[in-house]
């Protein structure tokens, strides 16, 4: 059964830091991989969509790695903002049409 | 715009009721979903249709239902079977090519 865990659960930087989550996962047979952005009381917004075949992907100030054989995957926040404030999740999809969620990081950064 | 659109954002009901959350989306995506999300607990699943008129069982379908009529909707009924309805409820579609997943803004329960 796949499990995806994130660590670390809370994170908090000062503005204008390089940062890095993490994601980990135990089946490598993967079909792809996403990470999400929550705010408070609000749904997932996504912010990259990395497929098997791929080893990142990168939309302005993020960059998401993908390394299948050891289960990880990272995110890179460049030059981070307090409006990056936000809880980030990283989901994968295996075979079946069903995502497996990671608990999320919570990501502080203070002015 | 195009996008997911969930009502109520906020529902109250009393216990024994069922409650119906609504879901649309104009994304034209063959899939949809309902996760239900909880403090500590990370999102789970409860069904997920690839097709109009099919659906499947997600990890904790007991105590919910739902319909896929047409293909930009997707309604759940939490019914009063439900032990514990009071949650954070998010529907989600995806494109069948991609797999990409996009959400609502979610609907509160809060059972009285």
């Known amino acids: 059964k796949q499990e995806v865990t994130q660590i670390p659960a809370a994170l908090s930087v000062p503005e204008g830091e390089n940062l890095v989550l993490n994601c980990s996962f135990t089946d490598s047979a993967i079909y792809n991989l996403q990470w999400f952005r929550q705010d408070p009381g609000k749904g997932l917004t996504s912010l990259l969509l990395?497929?098997?075949?791929?080893r990142e992907q990168t939309s302005g100030r993020l960059n998401a790695s993908l390394d299948k054989s050891s289960g990880r995957s990272t995110l890179y926040i460049a030059a981070s903002q307090p409006g990056d404030s936000a809880t980030y999740l990283c989901?994968?999809?295996?075979?079946?049409?069903?995502?497996?969620f990671g608990k999320g990081t919570k990501l502080t950064v203070n002015p | 715009d195009g996008g997911i659109t969930q009502s109520p954002k906020y529902l109250f009901r009393k216990e024994g009721q069922n409650v119906t959350l609504s879901c649309e989306q104009n994304?034209?995506?063959?899939?949809m979903y309902w996760y239900r999300q909880d403090p500590g607990q990370g999102l789970r699943l409860i069904y997920y249709s690839q097709i109009v008129n099919d659906f499947q069982k997600g990890d904790i379908a007991e105590g919910y239902s739902v319909s896929r009529e047409k293909k930009e909707s997707f309604p759940l009924t939490v019914t009063s079977a439900q032990k514990n309805p009071t949650a954070f409820y998010l529907c989600?579609?995806?494109?069948?090519?991609?797999?990409?997943?996009?959400f609502g803004e979610g609907s509160r329960l809060t059972v009285l």
């Open positions: 989600a579609s995806s494109k069948v090519e991609t797999g990409e997943l996009f």
């Open positions: 989901a994968v999809r295996g075979g079946s049409e069903k995502l497996v």
């Open positions: 994304l034209n995506h063959d899939a």
């Open positions: 990395i497929q098997s075949s791929q």
